[in-house]
């Protein structure tokens, strides 16, 4: 009897046994296909970063550009200067705009993708930095339009002015 016993909580052992090695394998599975997901999101969260960093790198490239603008726009090249530097400021910004689009897509695909479970909002805390930095970012390409566009009214003003100093000296010496 004791025997039939111990065979009894022997076989309730290893049955017990059995499913803790499923078990374990299970969340092994489980494991692995969270990291798999992580490495994903960890790669789309760095190409977002290295566009962030090419933007910045533009708007860099347009504060200098601009401050030469200036630079010239103060020795006299003033209309044909001005012309080609708001052109060629305008695609800049045009570019920068569908950079920002492609972005927004980028970071509407990742939060369609993310659910609900600790890895994943671990990612939406990620998405939402890069969200939030995509706002400064388009709040200072708003910024740079502003500026050109004040630029290119001050520099209007300050053609008429030296065409009305021009002919009113002109008149004064005749």
Known sequence: MMLQEQLKNLKTEITNKHELIESIKKDLTNDITLEKKLRQKEAQTLSLKMNLFQVQKQEEALQKEL????KSLENGDTDQVRQSELD????ELKIAHEREIMALERIRVLKAR??????????QEQLDYSHY?????KN??????????EKGTRV????IQLKSDLAITKESMA
């Open 67 to 70: 401050s030469e603008l200036r």
């Open 88 to 91: 060629r400021l305008r695609k």
């Open 114 to 123: 993310l659910g609900n479970d600790s890895e994943e909002s671990q990612l």
């Open 133 to 137: 930095v995509e706002i400064i970012q």
């Open 140 to 149: 200072k390409i708003l910024e740079l339009e502003n500026r050109i566009s």
């Open 156 to 159: 209007d003003e300050y053609l």
